[in-house]
């Protein structure tokens, strides 16, 4: 019913930037918040950054201003742009939109993620 496909990881070394990009397809009546997690191995899934259908942002706390989530609600499209990166910044990203489709109430949808390594 709904397709959440990431794009935009990669290698990258520490200081450098990246943005990652994740398009919500489908039978989509509307998106609600959308959002990225991360989890690195050993590590459990943790809340990187979401932004809401009016605009409003919430990040992790070991973001303190290296990151930015934005949205394009006509594409149905959030991105990530990833400054000043760390090595452990390394997971892989999940995108995640909370949408409702015809006929349903609103759930998670999430992608398959993409990987993102920083190296030092």
């Known amino acids: 019913q709904v397709q959440v496909v990431e794009s935009g990881g990669g290698l990258v070394e520490a200081g450098g930037s990246l943005r990652l990009s994740c398009a919500a397809s489908?039978?989509?009546?509307?998106?609600?918040?959308m959002g990225w997690y991360r989890q690195a191995p050993g590590k459990q899934r943790e809340l990187v950054a979401g932004?809401?259908?009016?605009?409003?942002?919430n990040y992790g706390d070991f973001v303190k201003g290296r990151f930015t989530i934005f949205r394009d609600n006509a594409k149905n499209t959030v991105y990530l742009q990833m400054n000043r990166l760390k090595p452990e910044d390394t997971a892989v990203y999940y995108c995640?939109?909370?949408?409702?489709?015809?006929?349903?109430?609103?759930?998670?949808?999430w992608g398959q993620g993409t990987q993102v390594t920083v190296s030092s």
């Open positions: 995640v939109a909370d949408a409702v489709v015809a006929g349903s109430s609103a759930r998670n949808y």
């Open positions: 932004i809401t259908s009016g605009g409003s942002t």
């Open positions: 489908g039978s989509i009546f509307s998106i609600n918040a």
